[in-house]
């Protein structure tokens, strides 16, 4: 094949990915949009095997075709079977090795190229291999966060910022190593000194800023790409890596106000944020909890009832349960809305996907500019395990993590009803003092269960 | 020679600084509905790094090369393919689309 005809075939993958970008920025368009973009993907990685040995099969060909067989047994699984709820996770991990990936390739053309590569590609191999290795470690860390097998808090140690700026000179001075000096060694050292930079850069983001880190990581995963694509004068991955630095860098500030964060802010919020306030004092003021018969009361002769869904909610599978419910209540006569919160679930949107699996009807999924004007004239919220994003603090607090960020005012309604697993605060690990209002009633227990008992005492009245 | 390397360069820049605003023209209004699956959706895109991890496990002439190349080969696999099924599969979900955008949830 030739080099024109690969570089047309090229371009007409590139504008694949744009038609996929454009087409994703819209709910009518968006899955054609990602297969588009599916499509570009793979005639791109099909003809590079007609093109990148001048037409005859590739050298270790079988041993590519193994990797990929490998690599798809283990996305395709992984991307099919992963819970809605962790699906967030899960896209942290995608982009965790696709950051890697980037960073290997350049470090195998950096050693194949070793002293005849040019300084500009050299600077180009530094690039991706810190940022690769920063997006590939960062990416790591909030997977574990978001799995909640390390803890969701900042974690703040000391002389951390110290720590952070030293390592952050470590990575800038020995990839000025790699550029004046060259050699392996130089490299690697860039190479791990820049994991542990991504390690020590996420492990101080709070819980609820974790998503923003994911989406700023994947623009810089994006742009590691591009870099590559320089340093292996591969037009396409030029294309596709900077469409995806550059829209990820505007999604990343979509969210960072969606959620009322700057985004210096979230990254660095965690050095001068105040130690919170300690859980332990506040957990002994007095509560008022209800059980499921209270409850279905209030409901049955509410006018309006507007539940604030949450991550809780997912976690308990209870979508469906809660559509029962809201059915029920339409049924009776209640008017019934859906306030969504931006940021609901674990990411921006997460929540819309988790309901519209349960079927809930997208009329109901009322988004939070146009819900809390209603709040004075709704008689009862439900929040079914949603903590911060109805959190009082976000505007009463200056100083907590989540200060600034927009909520929903369900203070405002007659009645807020509280199903919770325990008083432990939500992901940001924020104390809410809502919880304490005489207008709040809580339910313990979860989510699915205490439902499936509101459900069946308001069948009974 | 010299001069054609370098227009080759400038047109490298080119390429870099349209695609540049490209991508910030093209997602700047998006609702936060769209949020998730447009980063997962951009995620999968930067799988076709695996393009560059095919050529250079083309190119390997050590042991060592072929082994971080494949590394990389599987990698990318994974982000790419992976990438696109999962955002499928949230946008999937999406189905039942508002009949009219204007009264939703206005109620009464």
Redesign the interface.
Known sequence: MSRNLYDLIGLAAGICFILALKGLSSPKSARRGNLIGAVGATVATVIVFFYANEGKALNNQTLILAAIAFGTLVGVPAARKVQMTQMPQLVALFNGVGGGAAALVAIVEYLKLGDTASTAVVIATVFTVIVGCVSFSGSIITFLKLQEIMTTRPVIFPLGRQIIALTLIGVLASGGWVISAGGTTPLLVNGLLSLLFGVLFVLPVGGADVPIVISLLNAFTGLTVAASGYVLQTTLLIVAGTLVGASGTILTRLMADAMGRSLFGTLFGAFTAKAQASVGETEARPVKSGSPDDIAILLNYAQRVVIVPGFGLAVAQAQHTVRELADLLASKGVEVAYGIHPVAGRMPGHMNVLLAEANVPYEQLVEMEEINPTFPQTDVVLVVGANDVVNPAAKTTPGCPIYGMPILDVALAGNVIFLKRSMRPGFAGIENELLYETKTTLLFGDAKDSLTKVVSALKAL | MASELMS??IA?LA??LL??????E?????????????????????????????????????N???G????????????????????????????????SKK??????
């Open positions: 080759n360069e490298l390429i870099f695609s540049v605003f490209v991508g910030f093209v997602v700047s209004k998006v609702s936060t509905t769209l949020h998730t699956p447009l980063m997962s959706g951009a995620n999968a895109i930067h799988g076709v790094i695996l393009v560059g991890a095919i050529v250079v496990a083309d190119h390997a002439k050590t060592l090369e072929l971080l190349a494949l590394a990389a080969v599987i990698l990318a696999t994974i982000n790419m393919v992976g990438g696109f099924v999962v955002t499928d599969r949230m946008l999937q979900m999406f189905k039942g689309k508002p009949k009264d939703l949830g206005e109620g009464k």
